[in-house]
């Protein structure tokens, strides 16, 4: 189950969005769809139709129009099947769409009628949707705003880290470099008493054993 999207992303609705939310939206016909989640699904989709239809013809699985030899425009295995991929979230965003316009997804059908069907879908699917909430949902647009505010809320009563305040224990932190290089240096003077005959043995090893236990 995908990770629910940023209120920065779906303010946003960007193309990565549209298609995740299309996609989990899968069939899911009821609701409303903002402009920028149909058409830039659709922008996601056209693509996919086209490299899928070239695949076809490099490997020859395209469909041949038996009299004229010539192939069936934007056929194939691999075409067919991205098509039937996309078919329903398509249909689905779509209805979803023309609830945003407070129509029923009847409306649809609309593609039965050639050409005007289809310009009036175009022109329904490309306007603002009403503001508010309208008979299929409240505005996607509102619940975006709502959203983002929630998180501006919650940031702003997320309390500030508390400003770190002087310790006893940062001083002597910052005091232990100075610490042992003044050990290093003693035991350093006392390795050149004992290379000189200065002190025996058992004195430096005493020596030592004090100074590296002080």
Request: with cysteine; hydrophobic share 45%; aromatic share 8%.
């Amino acid at each position: 189950m995908r990770e629910a999207a940023s209120p920065e992303e779906v303010r946003k609705m960007t193309l990565s969005t549209a298609v995740t939310t299309c996609l989990s939206k899968y069939a899911t016909f009821s609701g409303r769809a903002r402009r920028a989640e149909l058409w830039k699904f659709l922008f996601f989709v056209y693509p996919c139709i086209v490299v899928m239809y070239q695949l076809d013809k490099a490997l020859g699985t395209t469909v041949v129009n038996p009299k004229t030899g010539a192939d069936y425009p934007v056929s194939g295995t691999f075409t067919w099947m991205a098509a039937a991929l996309f078919l329903l979230p398509c249909i689905s965003v779509t209805i979803r769409r023309l609830h945003d316009r407070n129509r029923s997804g009847w409306w649809l059908l609309l593609h039965l009628i050639p050409l005007l069907g289809t310009l009036i879908l175009l022109i329904w699917t490309t306007l603002k949707g009403t503001e508010g909430e309208n008979d299929f949902g409240p505005d996607p647009l509102s619940l975006d705003s709502a959203a983002e505010e929630s998180s501006a809320q919650t940031s702003a009563i997320t309390p500030a880290p508390a400003a770190e305040e002087p310790s006893a224990r940062t001083s002597a932190i910052s005091q232990a470099p100075t610490a042992i290089q003044d050990v290093t240096e003693q035991l350093a003077k006392l390795g050149k008493l004992h290379a000189v005959g200065i002190l025996t043995d058992d004195e430096f090893r005493k020596m030592k054993a004090k100074l590296i236990g002080a």
